[in-house]
């Protein structure tokens, strides 16, 4: 006998699958994936990547007195901070783009999403060693690059993974005193 509180799942989980995975069809007993709440946290996120890129720029050039990005790369290359944040704020909403259609099309989409941007976030980190700048202009430059696309791979799969935990409530029968 079931609890009139209990909603039954439209689909089975394997033990090996996350819960994360929702085909966004309209439909389902559940609802769909909130469109609108993930792209505000997708919006939430470019403002934090373009404040963090501003403060890291800020931070190694007047801290560690490393002249980040600097003018010995070539000339596309040389970045300000304001170029660098806006630039991140841009690569952020790209990101989104990418974890939407991920979201729409594959299975366990916060997998790939995070492997894809985890290695573009590597990707980057090694554009400064192909450069003439001194090492530590490279290494600098490096883990600026890493960690702000680490924050963007983190900040994106935390909205995404908020709002498909508001699609998988469900409601559970508590367990009864009763049972023996």
Request: proline share 7%; hydrophobic share 55%.
């Amino acid at each position: 006998m079931q609890d009139e509180h209990y909603v039954r799942p439209a689909r089975q989980y394997s033990s090996w699958s996350l819960p994360g995975y929702l085909a966004p069809n309209k439909n389902l007993p559940y609802g769909p994936i909130l469109w609108g709440h993930l792209w505000a946290g997708c919006a939430s996120a470019s403002v934090v990547t373009f404040l963090t890129a501003l403060i890291a720029t800020l931070f190694v050039r007047g801290v560690l007195h490393i002249p980040v990005f600097d003018g010995r790369q070539q000339a596309s290359a040389h970045v300000t901070g304001g170029y660098l944040a806006l630039c991140l704020a841009l690569a952020t909403v790209a990101a989104a783009a990418v974890l939407t259609l991920l979201l729409k099309a594959v299975p366990r989409p916060l997998m790939f999403f995070e492997s894809i941007t985890a290695l573009v976030a590597i990707l980057v980190a090694l554009t400064p060693f192909v450069t003439d700048s001194p090492q530590n202009v490279k290494i600098a430059s490096a883990l600026v690059y890493l960690v702000l696309g680490l924050e963007i791979m983190l900040l994106l799969s935390g909205a995404a993974q908020a709002v498909l935990a508001q699609v998988m409530r469900i409601k559970v029968i508590p367990p009864s005193s009763e049972a023996g």
